[in-house]
């Protein structure tokens, strides 16, 4: 996986306004190509969300960590582009089969402004997640397989702060409790909702064909 996410250098597109469906398409995951997604609650309103084509490409996985150290490294040539607080940020980052990258970074400021006061001086308050996309291709009998890593936090900046050993062993253990394609008994059903008995905050939100959460 290190190896596929390290082969070739960053194309990157910045952009402010709004895209054709052409432009869009290599940043997109196809539609129905998701099988299972999982959730991982990470406190404080943030969330990681993987998305898998299927069941078995858990194994991908095994190391965020070092998945997300090579892709901050290679946002460093766009750090100053990114170090304003109060704008909203999306960034989709593509490694296609041939371990091409290609990086969509968008960002945008909430029409007004809102403030928190705080003993009387006010501070911006943001209203909204910042996100970050990884999307991977994988070669298969019936054409390219899509992953996707999506992290929904409040700032992106506190991004390297989740390098910390927890997410991996998150991921070692929900390998621990799927089989190759459905999940066993060790999991509740709530409100339409798999939790992970060993780690309630791992759910199975869905496991059929879906379109993927924006």
């Known amino acids: 996986m290190l190896c596929f996410l390290s082969i070739t250098g960053t194309i990157c597109a910045q952009e402010t306004n709004k895209e054709t469906p052409a432009s869009a398409k290599p940043f997109e995951l196809p539609p129905y190509s998701i099988h299972q997604t999982f959730r991982i609650d990470l406190g404080k309103e943030n969330q990681l969300w993987l998305q898998l084509g299927q069941m078995q490409d858990l194994s991908h996985w095994s190391n965020i960590d070092s998945i997300l150290r090579v892709f901050l490294n290679d ?37 007004g402004a809102a403030f928190l006061l705080d003993q009387g001086e006010p501070a911006i308050l943001k209203l909204e997640q910042d996100s970050i996309h990884i999307l991977l291709m994988f070669p298969s009998p019936d054409g390219p397989r899509y992953n996707r890593l999506s992290f929904h936090i409040n700032q992106y900046s506190g991004l390297e702060g989740f390098i910390n050993g927890s997410l991996n062993n998150k991921l070692h253990l929900l390998q621990q409790n799927v089989g190759s394609q459905y999940i066993g008994n060790d999991w509740t059903w709530r409100m339409g909702v798999n939790y992970l008995n060993a780690d309630p905050s791992v759910s199975l939100e869905h496991i059929q064909f879906t379109q993927p959460p924006a």
């Open 75 to 111: 946002m460093k040539a766009f750090r100053d582009s990114l170090s304003d607080p109060s704008t909203t940020k999306r960034i989709d980052y593509v490694v296609d089969l041939s371990g091409r990258k290609k990086i969509r970074i968008r960002q945008s400021r909430p029409p």
